[in-house]
């Protein structure tokens, strides 16, 4: 079923000195429980799309719809995890992950409830007292990932989320990240500069021409499921291959 429908959406940034086109007619939809993956030339707009979908900012011609509804602003029904993990340092990890429900005024007994089952889940429970700079790096991100999911989302808006962590941490976390989406059935969209990190990840990959970026080409990726066992796979390397191609090109 299809959870999200971008149709000709174009976006110009205007200044007294000057407009700037940052995307042109870009559709796209994603269906119901897929993990898409965009990928481009720096610069392109990757993280402008993201902020179109999410409501932060609205098009300049063109239509984006979540579930048959027209978004209109922020709050419907997207969560965003950010390249940092934005975590409150004063807050313990357990009021971290109820912030968004608080700051809409829907905490509850139920709410509650899954947050610290979701933290349970996932192997944060025993440090839900304790605080952000306690936590490793990979750890921090798990939590900022259970904030975005206690919001309850039908779309999750990955901004490069693993861009801040090294190389092992950011293989292990991606691979945790990839499992709790899957688990808890959600529908991804991830912005990323890594072909590799795409490649693993996703279901499909878009790759966006130079700004004003456009839709350039979609490889739908048919390796094993999980981060981990595609990297391990022997035609990993053809795939990052030809996205390269089409990133560069």
């Known amino acids: 079923m299809e959870i999200l429908k971008m149709?000709?959406?174009?976006?110009?940034?205007?200044?007294a000195e000057r407009e700037t086109k940052a995307i042109e007619n870009i559709s796209l939809t994603i269906d119901d429980g897929e993990f898409i993956a965009l990928v481009g030339p720096s610069g392109c707009g990757k993280t402008t799309i993201l902020s179109l979908i999410s409501g932060l900012i609205k098009p300049s011609q063109g239509t984006i719809t979540l579930k048959d509804r027209p978004v209109t602003g922020p709050g419907h029904g997207v969560?965003?995890?950010?390249q940092k993990d934005m975590l409150f340092e004063w807050r313990t990890i357990e009021k971290n992950v109820l912030l968004g429900p608080e700051i809409g005024h829907k905490v509850d007994d139920e709410i509650k409830n899954e947050a610290n089952e979701l933290l349970r889940k996932y192997g944060l429970y025993e440090f839900r007292k304790h605080y952000p700079a306690q936590l490793s790096?990979?750890?921090?991100q798990r939590a900022a990932l259970i904030r975005t999911l206690a919001m309850r989302p039908q779309l999750m808006?990955?901004?490069?989320?693993?861009?801040a962590l090294d190389f092992q941490t950011r293989l292990n976390v991606c691979n945790d990240v990839y499992n709790i989406i899957k688990s808890e059935k959600k529908t991804a969209l991830l912005v990323t500069h890594d072909i590799s990190e795409a490649v693993s990840l996703a279901d499909r990959v878009i790759v966006l021409s130079a700004r004003p970026a456009t839709v350039k080409k979609t490889f739908t990726i048919d390796l094993a499921q999980g981060p981990l066992l595609?990297?391990?796979?022997?035609?990993?390397?053809?795939?990052?291959?030809?996205i390269w191609k089409e990133v560069v090109s």
């Open 7 to 15: 149709e000709n959406v174009s976006l110009t940034y205007q200044t």
């Open 79 to 82: 969560g965003y995890m950010l």
């Open 137 to 140: 790096g990979g750890m921090r």
């Open 157 to 163: 808006l990955l901004d490069e989320p693993f861009s």
């Open 230 to 242: 595609r990297r391990e796979s022997a035609e990993f390397g053809k795939w990052f291959d030809l």
